[in-house]
């Protein structure tokens, strides 16, 4: 599948404006890879379909997370980690990719995981960073960015657990587990 294929098929499952984020994190994606080392056409292709699923119902979701046997963590946590693993099963479904390094991507483009591969720390990063994201600690992941992808990841995964913190929401283990592992690797 094409850029402009790949595109199409997304557009139909965002709204405009999810759609011009999923742009910003697709130029990012592709600018971050080729700064780091990672696979451009991999990184362009999870970009695009990171958010594929953002937009289906709850109910639709947590069925396909039970039906699919994915981590029953998830259903005790925000929907918003939702459309990530669900994201990966409709994209090798529905859009026919089967790239698993594409699909670890777009699954773990918002718990994180352990041992993240270099694509997947890819479109963690881009979509955290993309030009139309504006909120306290982007411009530092930003920087950070430009440099060092872990040190971005770290910062990136920080500003997200003490966000979560201030408002008093449960952090999903495989976020904790990230940033555990990103810093025992980095000190």
Same mark, same amino acid.
């Given at each position: ?9 997304? @557009?139909?499952q965002l709204t405009e404006h999810r759609y011009t984020h999923t742009l910003g994190v697709m130029d990012t994606a592709i600018s971050l890879a080729e700064r780091f080392g990672a696979d451009v056409k991999k990184? +362009? ?8 699923? @953002?937009?289906?119902?709850?109910? +639709? ?16 946590? &925000? ?31 918002? &718990? ?49 657990? &003490? ?17 555990? &592992? ?6």
């Amino acid at each position: 599948m094409n850029r402009e294929e790949a595109l199409n098929c997304v @557009k139909e499952q965002l709204t405009e404006h999810r759609y011009t984020h999923t742009l910003g994190v697709m130029d990012t994606a592709i600018s971050l890879a080729e700064r780091f080392g990672a696979d451009v056409k991999k990184a +362009e292709m999870a970009a695009i379909f990171h958010d594929y699923a @953002k937009f289906r119902p709850k109910e +639709e979701m947590k069925g396909i997370i039970q039906q699919e046997q994915m981590n029953p963590l998830l259903l005790d946590y &925000s929907p918003e980690l939702w459309h990530a693993p669900v994201g990966a099963y409709l994209v090798k479904k529905e859009a026919g990719i089967d790239d698993q390094d594409i699909l670890t991507a777009i699954e773990f483009h918002t &718990s994180g995981r352990p041992n993240m591969t270099l694509l997947e720390k890819v479109i963690y990063v881009a979509d955290y960073i993309e030009p139309g994201r504006h909120f306290p600690g982007v411009e530092e992941v930003r920087e950070l960015a430009e440099h060092d992808l872990d040190l971005a990841l770290i910062q990136a995964l920080k500003n997200t657990i &003490s966000f979560l913190m201030k408002k008093n929401q449960p952090i999903f283990p495989d976020t904790l587990a990230t940033y555990n &592992s990103l810093v025992h690797k980095n000190n």
